[in-house]
RNA sequence: GCAGCCUUAGCUCAGUUGGUUAGAGCACCAGAUUGUGGAUCUGGGGGUCCCCCGUUCGAGCCGGGGAGGCUGUACCA
């Protein structure tokens, strides 16, 4: 093949490869996750990573960008599929499918999987990623949407994060729908005004107040010269908004507009978001969750698509360094909430739900940074080299009855002299290899070479030194192979 | 999508007012050591200077266009 038809060897962009290190440390993280799940009554399931993409809901590709956000094709008989973007969408379905008694009622699920976005990559944001969701379908209680946030709570502790530096805020879309309704923005027609609103309010720890006020009012330049547009509200809706996002006195916001706040109070939707968070703080308090784990906020807006009541984000307090020394803060490393009407779109059935959704990678990276994930150090295997090809059968036993000793081991499977496979073991990261050469056989022995003590005696010896005296490495009688390697690895 | 910055060896980067054969560190390979990895020394392989077009006797360097990356912002179920 000529050089220039041979394709470029490159990982897509926003994907990676995930290595042996970050493999192990994830699934002992996915173990934690799992064992406090279970632990609540969750019963496990598995997806595709597939769906109809009308099953998914909003995303149905248009002509001119069928792949906007999602990534979608075309079937043989012309049906649209697509991988799934959340693991939320895909159980409404499940569920809806599954109505005539199959499932328990209330159903608990909890899953984990890869879900794809069609997105803009940046740091530590892919294309592909993982989430591990917990929901309760079909129950209405606040209770469920308690439960939740504890087991949220418990899981961040049994990874390691301690109280304190976690936070799991909880919030009411149904608030915020009564605020709408009293700045008069209702309707289909305000349908995009809503969103700007909603969105401005979801930016307060990013922008901060001010902020906020510029993208509810005219609009705010960033600091590239990019200009965002506002909602274009009034100093009087502004003041609303405000109030209910600082959730404190107008005096303290620094508004000069004092703004009469009892028009929210009459509103019922508004009362009604309070009466429920009211009750799921009564419940979690009574657990013994306090507002340094489990605490309202009114800034948490979360997805704009299909929340129906509470909505809940888990954010890390903790602060780290990057490679570079910057600060880096994580922010959320995951959210939910309920949403009554995903499962009614398949079947007309109001079905209430409530659940939470952990960014796996992302928390993974952020343990990773903070010294918490416990990168599972596996021993690299024992190595037996080929000193002798003929003799291979021999070394194929050695390393048979390592392994029937429980003994993580491998023969050489190259075809290098010896020091090439000596260095084979050593980029391995290998305790201890195996020698066994013709002088050895004769004597009815192997040599058990100590790689790791062998590079701390090079630390302060020289060259001549380690090589002729061998100090890392012993002589015993072949029958006593395993007994000296399990001592030498001890 | 919009804006700013960037692109030279596998990696991190130098490269003068435009001037001969484009450099360094790390990594890699080999030898010093015919059966011993990691330190050290010696040597070696590696380049479409992102791509195309233009200016020029001459372009890594100047101009135009394009691609890719980074950062911010928008979107984010």
Redesign the pocket.
């Known amino acids: 093949m000529s ?2 038809l041979r394709p470029k060897a490159r990982v897509a ?1 926003g994907f990676r490869d995930v290595g042996p290190d970050e493999i192990r440390g994830l699934r002992s993280m996915l173990a934690t996750i799992q064992q406090v799940y279970e632990g609540y009554g969750f019963e496990p399931v598995e997806q595709p990573f597939i769906e109809y993409t009308d099953a ?4 149905l590709p248009d002509q001119e960008r069928p792949n906007a ?2 990534f979608s094709f075309q079937d043989e008989d012309g049906q649209w599929l697509s991988l799934r ?2 693991l ?2 895909p159980l409404a379905r499940y569920v809806a499918e599954n109505t005539q008694g199959q499932l328990p009622t209330p159903y608990r699920s909890y899953r984990n999987g890869w879900v794809f ?7 530590g ?1 892919f294309r592909q990623f993982m989430q591990f969701d917990a929901d309760t379908v079909g129950s209405a209680s606040p209770a469920a949407d308690a439960e939740v946030c504890m087991m949220a709570a418990d899981t961040m502790e049994a990874l390691g994060i301690a109280r304190g530096q976690y936070v799991m805020k909880v919030n009411n879309r149904k608030i915020l729908d009564g605020l709408l309704q009293v700045l008069g923005i209702e309707g289909e027609e305000s349908a995009g005004r809503k ?2 609103v909603l ?1 401005a309010m979801d ?1 307060l720890d ?2 901060g107040a001010y902020g906020v006020r510029l ?1 509810l009012g005219k609009g ?1 330049k ?5 200009f ?1 547009k506002g909602a274009d509200l009034n100093d009087v809706q502004i003041e609303h908004v405000m109030a209910v996002l600082l959730n404190q006195p107008y005096a303290q916001t620094g508004s000069q507009h004092a703004v009469d706040t009892s028009v929210l109070e009459s509103n019922a939707l508004y009362r009604e978001g309070f009466a429920e968070l009211d009750q799921i703080n009564a419940l979690v308090t009574a657990a013994g969750y306090g507002p340094d784990r489990i605490r309202i906020d009114p800034s948490i807006v ?6 129906t009541g509470p909505v809940f984000e888990c954010e890390l307090l903790i602060e780290a360094k990057d490679e570079d020394g910057r600060t880096v803060r994580f922010g959320s490393v995951g959210g939910g909430g309920r949403y009554d009407d995903l499962v009614a779109r398949f079947t007309g059935q109001k079905v209430p739900a409530t659940g939470f959704s952990i960014g796996v990678s992302r928390l993974y990276s952020a343990l990773k940074l903070v010294g918490q994930a416990k990168e599972a150090n596996v021993l690299a295997p024992v190595v037996v080299l080929v ?1 002798d090809k003929e003799r291979q059968v021999d070394y194929w036993r050695m390393v048979m009855t390592l392994r029937a000793a429980g003994i993580r081991a491998e023969m050489y499977m190259g075809t ?5 496979q ?2 084979y ?3 391995r990261g290998s305790p201890l ?1 195996i ?7 004769a004597r009815g022995e192997v ?1 058990i ?11 302060n010896a ?2 001549e030194e ?2 002729s005296q ?1 100090l ?2 012993q002589s015993v009688p072949e029958a006593e192979l395993v007994a000296a390697v399990k001592k030498a690895l001890a």
């Open positions: 050089k220039e962009k998914l809901g909003k995303f956000g999602v973007y959340d939320t969408a976005r069609n997105e803009k990559p940046g740091p944001r969103l700007t969105r930016k990013k922008f993208l705010r960033d600091e590239s010269g990019d965002t979360r997805g704009l698509e299909y929340y000193m290098a002299g010896m020091k090439a000596m260095k073991a050593d980029k290899v020698i066994q050469g013709s002088d050895e056989k040599q070479k100590d790689l790791r003590l062998g590079s701390e005696l090079a630390e020289s060259r380690y090589a061998r890392a490495q």
